[in-house]
């Protein structure tokens, strides 16, 4: 039997990079999947954010794992559309068993020249998305007596980065929170952790020509393999440039596993070697 055969597991961001590939993992074990995005791009954000072209792939990859996946359009920044969302999850999929809070944004620049609107829209994603995210996945699973919740960290949540001021400060507020919910929900049976990924092969990062420019600053059009040389001499010690989505999925699953049913409050840096260069 599959680890998650009849639960039902919401992913947010989920139309492409992360979320989909967390979607499908939690999919491949069974679960019938809730993936939202806000499906439009912010003023702030030097890329392309999803689109519903990408979210309705993520629902035809899923769809043929033999489990329903519902799509809903909705914005973490919205404590109404998050709270929309679960209502519906629990009305049409009968339960919420898994939250995936992954749903993030990035927009650099140097504290003494970011913008107000940079500063309050990556912190209205990444932090109070997740607040909204958990606050509201929380009540059914508290009510059922069991659930799991698994949030999108960073390792900018575990040391400073350059021009990522705004980042950084959501990715360590959402290990704070996943560690309050982990003592909060206990009682419930519910378990909140939260994965620390280092540079990941998606949309976010790779081929990014804004990321690239703050890897190679002085190069006009940074390339890929001047981009990875970048992140092999500073980043990575394991000799891999980048991080596979899918293998923040596995931890993403094994959290939501009965594996992990004592598992609560931490946070798992999957960093190609990059955490040992941290203090204990």
């Not at 749903?103 to 607040?131: C, H, K, P, Y």
């Not at 949030?151 to 990715?171: E, Q």
């Not at 190069?219 to 989505?245: C, N, R």
């Given at each position: ?66 489990v329903r996946c519902l799509a809903i359009k909705a914005d973490v920044r919205s404590s109404e559309q998050m709270d929309a969302a679960v209502e519906r999850a629990v009305s049409e999929l009968g339960s919420l068993d898994i939250l995936c809070a992954n749903a993030g944004i990035w927009s650099a620049a140097e ?170």
């Amino acid at each position: 039997m599959k680890e998650l055969q009849g639960k039902v597991a919401l992913v947010t961001g989920g139309a492409r990079g992360q979320g989909r590939s967390h979607a499908l993992a939690l999919a491949r074990e069974g679960a019938q999947i809730v993936v939202t995005d806000a499906l439009e791009d912010f003023d702030v954000v030097p890329y392309e954010l999803a689109r519903q072209e990408d979210l309705d792939e993520t629902v035809r990859l899923v769809e043929q794992e033999d489990v329903r996946c519902l799509a809903i359009k909705a914005d973490v920044r919205s404590s109404e559309q998050m709270d929309a969302a679960v209502e519906r999850a629990v009305s049409e999929l009968g339960s919420l068993d898994i939250l995936c809070a992954n749903a993030g944004i990035w927009s650099a620049a140097e504290l003494t020249e970011m913008t107000d609107a940079q500063w309050r829209t990556v912190i209205d994603v990444n932090l109070t998305g997740v607040f909204h995210s958990i606050r509201a996945a929380a009540r059914p699973m508290r009510e059922q007596g069991s659930g799991r919740i698994v949030a999108t960290s960073s390792v900018g949540g575990r040391a400073g980065m350059y021009a990522f001021g705004n980042y950084v400060a959501t990715k360590w507020g959402v290990i704070g929170l996943i560690k309050t919910a982990a003592l909060e929900l206990a009682p419930y049976r519910v378990t909140a952790n939260a994965v620390c990924p280092s540079i990941v092969k998606t949309d976010m990062c790779f081929e990014n020509d804004a990321l690239y420019g703050i890897f190679q600053p002085d190069a006009d059009q940074p390339t890929t393999a001047e981009v990875e040389a970048t992140i092999l001499e500073g980043h990575h010690k394991i000799p891999d440039p980048w991080i596979e989505p899918e293998e923040i999925s596995a931890a993403i699953v094994y959290f939501c596993s009965e594996r992990a049913r004592h598992v609560s409050g931490t946070a798992l840096d999957i960093t190609a070697g990059l955490s040992a260069t941290w203090s204990a």
